[in-house]
């Protein structure tokens, strides 16, 4: 009985050591809690993975149990308004300031694009309601959150459509002046998938013929930028790093365009570029574009260029037309397309398999003789951003968001 207990509890710590053990690096802030957040995640990600398998839900529809968790029902408070509508058919959630002095003074307005690879997230998760409250607050601006619809229900285009729709609706001088907006100082923002939207809806807004009001600066958060090569050195350095593994990132690509799992595993290999993609892949090519210190020991291969991998689901009107979009992935565009883009911050974290697309996003904006702040956090992980809110609390968290909002503050 006793030494029944005893293998039990052992069984029990080394089952819990290996679960919770991650070799998470030394340089990151408040480890343990880390580890722990990520336990959950890994937890949840391997229920997720069993679920599909046995055919009762698919796995974005069990991780998506993370939104519901911190879901909340905006509501207003004593300094922001907090209303719920749609904008051309697609739901916002609209923050604004109360009254603050004259009445006919405009304000500045933020659009701001949740993150969630195309699959999850919320602008009602209570992280990016207290951000939203925060930039109101402090920046006496309208914010406006948008509640795009989700892949795998919604595939590409969908997702950067709702956006689309919603930020050509606002940009309008009639709605502008409903919200007391100046059309002058107008930004829009997103972390992670949610700046990848930013960075193309700032991008075709400059194709859109006739377009009057101007965005003034776009800032991207841990932005996905590209889909070609999924195997650029923070790819490979970061392959295991919580909150998003490469398999999870690749997921979420593979997801945004189609249900076939054949995608994945090609995007899995780094073998997804058809002979149509592979043009485009001086890009996004990390040698010429990723200062030599983030070369590290890595050398560059330009991805496996495959005729028709993944059989139907990649054919000529497939995924990999959609991959290779702009709309998708921003960082395909010849420079004469970046030359007129507005301002623009990037925040990059050293531990996240996105560093390098918004290093080399920041490197091709500068070359384009655009003004760009890049903010690199050297023990920075991704989607830091979100771990505002007990117990998850991270104090890098609160850096972020302090430098973020203090770059809006000075440049909006
Ligand atoms: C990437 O850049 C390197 C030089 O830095 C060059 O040798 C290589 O051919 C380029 N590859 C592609 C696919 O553009
Ligand atoms: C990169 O190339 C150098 C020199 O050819 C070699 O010593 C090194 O092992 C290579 N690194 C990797 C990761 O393949």
């Given at each position: 009985m006793r030494l029944g207990s005893i293998i039990l509890f052992v069984a029990l710590c080394s089952f819990t050591a290996y679960y919770i053990y991650?070799?998470?690096?030394?340089?990151?802030?408040?480890r343990w809690k880390l580890m722990l957040t990520n336990s959950f995640f890994r937890s949840l990600s391997h229920l997720a993975h069993f679920s599909e398998l046995i055919g009762f839900k698919d796995y974005m529809g069990v991780m998506y149990l993370i939104t519901l968790i911190e879901k909340v029902v905006p509501v207003s408070d004593e300094h922001v308004q907090v209303t719920e509508e749609k904008f051309d058919g697609v739901e916002v959630v609209l923050y604004q300031p109360k009254?603050?002095?004259?009445?006919?003074e405009l304000r500045r307005a933020v659009i701001y694009l949740h993150g969630g690879g195309w699959c999850l997230g919320s602008s009602r998760m209570s992280p990016y309601d207290l951000l939203a409250r925060k930039i109101a607050a402090e920046l006496n601006a309208v914010v406006l959150s948008v509640e795009y619809r989700l892949a795998p229900?919604?595939?590409?285009p969908v997702p950067y459509e709702d956006v689309y729709h919603v930020v050509k609706h606002f940009l309008q001088k009639g709605v502008l002046a409903k919200y007391s907006v100046d059309p002058g100082r107008i930004a829009v923002s997103g972390d992670s998938a949610g700046g990848n939207l930013a960075a193309a809806v700032s991008q075709q807004l400059l194709k859109?013929?006739?377009?009057?009001v101007h965005l003034k600066v776009q800032a991207l958060l841990y932005p996905v930028l590209q889909?070609?090569?999924?195997?650029t050195p923070s790819y490979q350095q970061n392959?295991?790093?919580?909150?998003?593994?490469r398999s999870l990132m690749v997921r979420f690509w593979s997801e945004y365009f189609t249900t076939d799992k054949a995608l994945f595993r090609a995007m899995m290999a780094n073998t997804h570029n058809s002979p149509e993609s592979s043009s485009l892949l001086k890009f996004v090519n990390w040698s010429a574009f990723?200062?030599?210190?983030?070369?590290?020991q890595y050398n560059y291969t330009a991805p496996a260029v495959v005729q028709g991998?993944?059989?139907?689901?990649?054919?000529?009107?497939?995924p990999s037309q959609s991959f290779a979009d702009p709309r998708a992935?921003?960082?395909?565009?010849?420079d004469a397309a970046l030359r007129?883009?507005?301002k623009t911050y990037i925040l990059t974290c050293e531990?996240?398999?996105?560093r390098d697309d918004g290093i080399m996003y920041a490197t091709r904006l500068n070359s384009a003789g655009v003004e760009v702040t890049l903010e690199h956090y050297e023990t920075g992980f991704h989607?830091?951003?979100?771990?505002?809110?007990?117990?998850?609390?991270?104090l890098i968290a609160e850096r972020m968001t302090e430098n973020y909002v203090k770059w809006l503050k000075e440049n909006l």
């Open positions: 991650e070799p998470i690096p030394e340089e990151i802030e408040e009254h603050q002095g004259d009445d006919t229900a919604h595939h590409f859109e013929p006739g377009q009057q889909a070609l090569d999924l195997n392959q295991h790093m919580p909150i998003l593994p990723l200062p030599e210190a983030y070369h590290r991998v993944g059989g139907e689901a990649v054919g000529a009107d497939g992935s921003p960082l395909l565009v010849p007129s883009l507005p531990y996240d398999v996105l989607g830091a951003l979100m771990f505002t809110v007990w117990p998850t609390d991270f």
